[in-house]
């Protein structure tokens, strides 16, 4: 087939293998699939497809991306989103948030490049007031928070709404945390799209693996992405590691060995940076957690 045959297009929702691409500069969207073992690709992906009939295509190449956020175990990567310009991560003080899951999502997108807000959701909990100064630490880091309750459509209209305006954000949390009725929220026809979507593949349901990006009304894009309960980092070096921790760079300087790894040695600023309070001792922690899991992972 010839070049003007193909179309090019957005991923906007993938649901294991399958995916549904819009087409640019059209209304049109595309049940896409991929040919052969050809795996790893996002909601958010610009890719070329070749046209199938009216409504279906074959994904015939990925291009390039911006960035790319995603997790990995020692067995497999799990893919989150490209090319966005945000992370929304959404926390709540019931069911309590885990410290070790938001550090890790942090160091994710720090090591991707990505800016993060963060959403304490129900505000409205009197146990929001501990959930906060819990943040205070990753506050410090240059992460904005914003409290507020999706109960309440005003709050987010007001506070929350704005900051999505023309961007592409990736919505992430752990479950029950609110990122469902947040989304409903934001994007009045979510809760009839998933539907659709869901009846179309014939899964009659919601399924959780699902990851589907939005059209925000107010411009900007919205991806939802299921919730999660581990955060591996495996695909990240020590040297990757080590930026995820912005924190660590000016301590990092004053290291007396060049391949300092901040655990033991010698004159290691960031021990030194740590005892002084200047570095969080939660935050050093996480680091040495990933770096052995992904040492770990590499003797197997
Ligand atoms: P998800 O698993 O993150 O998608 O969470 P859901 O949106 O399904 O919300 C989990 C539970 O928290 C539901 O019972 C919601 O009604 C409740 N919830 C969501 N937002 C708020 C909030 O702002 N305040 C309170 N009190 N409950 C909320």
Same mark, same amino acid.
Do not use: W
């Given at each position: 087939?010839?070049?003007?045959? =193909?179309?090019? $297009?957005?991923?906007?929702?993938?649901?294991?293998?399958?995916?549904?691409?819009?087409i640019?500069?059209?209304?049109?969207?595309?049940?896409?699939?991929?040919?052969g073992k050809?795996?790893?690709?996002?909601v958010?992906?610009?890719v070329?497809?070749?046209?199938?009939?009216?409504?279906?295509?074959?994904?015939?190449?990925?291009?390039?991306?911006?960035?790319?956020?995603?997790?990995?175990?020692?067995?497999?990567?799990k893919?989150?989103?490209?090319?966005?310009?945000?992370?929304?991560?959404?926390?709540?003080?019931?069911?309590?948030?885990?410290?070790d899951?938001?550090?890790?999502?942090?160091?994710?997108?720090?090591?991707?490049g990505?800016?993060?807000?963060?959403?304490l959701?129900?505000?409205?909990?009197?146990?929001?007031a501990?959930?906060?100064?819990?943040?205070?630490?990753?506050?410090?880091?240059?992460?904005?928070?914003?409290?507020?309750?999706?109960l309440?459509?005003?709050?987010?209209?007001?506070?929350?709404?704005?900051?999505?305006?023309?961007?592409? =954000?990736?919505l992430?949390?752990?479950?029950?945390?609110?990122?469902?009725?947040?989304?409903?929220?934001?994007?009045p026809?979510?809760?009839?799209?998933?539907?659709?979507?869901?009846?179309?593949?014939?899964?009659?349901?919601? =399924?959780? =693996?699902?990851?589907?990006?939005?059209?925000?009304? $107010? $411009?900007?894009?919205?991806?939802?992405?299921?919730?999660?309960?581990?955060?591996?980092?495996?695909?990240?070096?020590p040297?990757?590691?080590?930026?995820?921790?912005?924190?660590?760079a000016?301590?990092?300087?004053?290291?007396?060995?060049?391949?300092?790894?901040?655990?033991?040695?010698?004159?290691?600023?960031?021990?030194?940076?740590?005892?002084?309070?200047?570095?969080?001792?939660?935050?050093?922690?996480?680091?040495?957690?990933?770096?052995?899991?992904?040492?770990?992972?590499?003797?197997?």
């Amino acid at each position: 087939m010839s070049e003007a045959s =193909t179309l090019q $297009g957005r991923i906007v929702a993938a649901h294991g293998r399958h995916y549904r691409v819009a087409i640019a500069a059209t209304e049109q969207t595309r049940h896409c699939y991929t040919r052969g073992k050809k795996t790893g690709l996002a909601v958010g992906d610009q890719v070329i497809i070749q046209p199938e009939g009216l409504q279906e295509g074959v994904i015939t190449q990925t291009l390039p991306r911006r960035n790319l956020f995603y997790r990995s175990d020692a067995q497999r990567s799990k893919i989150f989103a490209a090319n966005i310009d945000q992370l929304l991560l959404v926390l709540a003080a019931e069911p309590e948030f885990s410290d070790d899951l938001v550090g890790r999502a942090l160091v994710a997108a720090s090591s991707a490049g990505i800016a993060v807000q963060i959403v304490l959701n129900k505000a409205d909990l009197p146990s929001t007031a501990v959930a906060r100064a819990r943040l205070r630490t990753t506050e410090s880091l240059g992460v904005p928070v914003l409290t507020i309750s999706a109960l309440d459509p005003d709050q987010v209209q007001q506070n929350l709404a704005p900051l999505l305006r023309d961007r592409c =954000t990736l919505l992430l949390g752990q479950s029950g945390m609110g990122k469902s009725t947040l989304l409903n929220a934001l994007v009045p026809e979510a809760q009839a799209a998933t539907q659709m979507h869901s009846e179309a593949l014939g899964t009659g349901r919601h =399924t959780t =693996t699902d990851t589907r990006l939005y059209v925000l009304p $107010g $411009g900007g894009d919205l991806i939802d992405s299921p919730g999660f309960q581990a955060f591996g980092l495996h695909h990240l070096s020590p040297r990757e590691i080590e930026q995820g921790f912005p924190e660590f760079a000016p301590a990092i300087a004053e290291c007396r060995f060049y391949n300092c790894t901040h655990r033991h040695e010698p004159g290691c600023g960031v021990l030194a940076a740590m005892a002084s309070g200047a570095i969080s001792a939660s935050r050093h922690a996480l680091y040495l957690r990933i770096l052995a899991e992904n040492e770990a992972a590499k003797r197997f």
